[in-house]
């Protein structure tokens, strides 16, 4: 098994960097995998004691009221979520209120954004949801201490009850420490934090596509839509 995993995975990194058309590539991925037996099939008793013992994994609520009830409660660890929709639909608003209410749990959120830039674009809208401030409010003030002396009181408050020590946003779209910005500069971003006692608990990253173009950039790979395809699933994997 162990000799069959590594034989998937090798052709995995030549399906993704080999130099032959990308057709080849995958066709040649396909045959390694089917002539593989990575896992030993068992024919299972669904009906004994132990299978009739329900047993699920805890679920986390998130605190929004609509999202927790379709996610069964909450989310698990080693969970994916994708947001998917149309630009302008608010993906990005949803994935940054799932960090907060996370770190409002007292959880340690890192959230890694590639498109918007961090100021205003990101830190309006983290100001908005913490204070709760309308969005046509804050649209009309030039900055922050503009804002009615209630918005201010709840966002101090709410900054020095957890958003600034559990909630880590991380500029990977300008921060020259971020690198080339792909999955190990991901890792790396999560140790560095983990080596301060800030275990991260849940991920946001804002979004897939960029991150899979600067990675192939970094690469010197060609940005070809298909290989972003390949690329995309293997870092969601």
Do not use: C
């Not at 630009?87 to 994935?95: A, H, N, T």
């Not at 983290?126 to 922050?144: C, G, Q, R």
């Not at 690198?179 to 190990?184: L, V």
Request: proline letters at 5%.
């Amino acid at each position: 098994e162990f000799i069959d995993s590594r034989r998937v995975g090798q052709a995995i990194s030549e399906a993704v960097e080999g130099a032959d058309p990308l057709d080849s590539r995958l066709d040649k991925l396909m045959r390694v995998y089917t002539s593989t037996r990575i896992s030993q099939g068992q024919v299972a008793d669904v009906f004994s004691a132990e299978a009739k013992k329900f047993t699920f994994p805890p679920k986390d609520p998130f605190g929004i009221p609509f999202l927790d009830p379709l996610l069964d409660g909450g989310s698990s660890v080693g969970e994916v979520y994708g947001l998917l929709g149309v630009s302008g639909m608010g993906k990005s608003i949803l994935g940054q209120q799932m960090a907060i209410e996370k770190a409002r749990h007292r959880k340690h959120v890192a959230v890694f954004h590639y498109e918007m830039d961090l100021h205003p674009a990101v830190s309006k809208r983290l100001y908005a949801y913490l204070a709760d401030v309308p969005k046509d409010l804050l649209a009309k003030v030039p900055a922050v201490e503009n804002l009615p002396q209630q918005y201010l009181l709840r966002l101090q408050q709410e900054e020095d009850a957890f958003a600034r020590e559990y909630l880590h946003i991380i500029d990977m779209k300008a921060s020259r420490s971020a690198g080339a910005g792909g999955m190990n500069d991901i890792r790396a971003q999560l140790r560095a934090l983990d080596m301060q006692g800030k275990h991260v608990e849940f991920v946001v990253i804002d979004q897939l596509m960029p991150m899979v173009k600067r990675a192939m950039v970094a690469g010197n790979m060609k940005v070809d839509s298909s290989v972003q395809r390949t690329l995309m699933q293997r870092f969601v994997d």
